[in-house]
């Protein structure tokens, strides 16, 4: 198995009473479809995981899975606070058409959250699923930070085959690159650091950018894998405010604002999440004309 490539963590679509659009999602992907893009990501953090419940995630992947095609993959967010949810919602997404799970660390407990404890969790997740298993380190949200080394221990496991890593830390990917085996996949999780991250030997990104600049985003994967650093990079430089907007800047309601503006369905967000003032949408759209995507 390989999962280099471009995924975008697509944004849940939701409809005026809040509940789960499906319609919209399945448009979404159609369009998606046409970008180059090398699967979906359903339920990661910008798809408001916390916010959806479980039957709402299965739901999700099983329209992704009927609406992509055969060959890209479809990986589902999964990583709950306990253990035991976790397994169970990844059977679950697993049945739904999901082929790996992005297990996020649990975090409630930050201080008991030892390597002793972390390595145990996702063994046990990862003895149990019946599908592959991404690790998911994002210090955003999580305030924990997955140490390289006890990543290389996990990464022994035969059905744990890369990371989603967000923190943005160029020298912690290389040192992920240097101590887990060859066949241990990373990918990136943030939008400056893809460039970067794939020149020292990332396979791939995870990145909100790629819901809005998917076609952009493949660009450079495949101009880098050519060793052609300098066009990858004058496209990496014209995306950065848009990669920021989307990001750190609006959130997913600035994401989803986005996605209005290029004709996707992004609609309003999960309370307690606030949709983008007409003010943040009209900054969005000058940000997006300026990266002429």
Known sequence: ??????????PTPFDEQGRLHATALAANIERWEQTGLHGYVVAGSNG?????????????????RQTAAPDKRVIAGTGCQSTAATLRLTRA?????????LVMTPSF??????????VRHYTTVADGSPIPI????????????LDPAVVAQLAAHPNIVGIKDSAGNIGQVIDLL?????????LLGNAPAFLSGLQVGAVGGILALANV??????KIWRL??????????????????????????????????????????????????????????????RILVEARV
């Open 109 to 118: 407990y930050p201080t008991q959250m030892t390597p002793a404890a972390l």
């Open 178 to 186: 240097r101590l887990c085996p060859p066949d241990f996949e990373v």
């Open 134 to 145: 991404l690790i998911y380190n994002v210090p955003k949200f999580t305030n924990l930070n």
């Open 213 to 218: 600049a998917p076609a952009e985003c493949v």
């Open 224 to 285: 880098v894998r050519q060793g052609r650093d300098a066009e990858a990079r004058e496209i990496q430089f014209r995306l950065m405010a848009l990669g920021k907007a989307v990001t750190a800047g609006y959130g997913v309601p600035g994401l989803k604002a986005a996605l209005d503006e290029l004709g996707y369905y992004g609609g309003p967000p999960r309370p307690p999440l606030l949709p983008a003032d007409a003010s943040v949408r009209e900054t969005i759209r």
């Open 48 to 64: 408001e995981s916390p916010l959806l419940e479980a039957d709402e995630i299965v739901e999700a992947v099983r329209v992704v």
């Open 1 to 10: 198995m390989t999962i280099a490539g471009v995924y975008p963590p697509i």
């Open 93 to 101: 997404v697993a049945e739904a058409g999901a082929g790996l799970a």
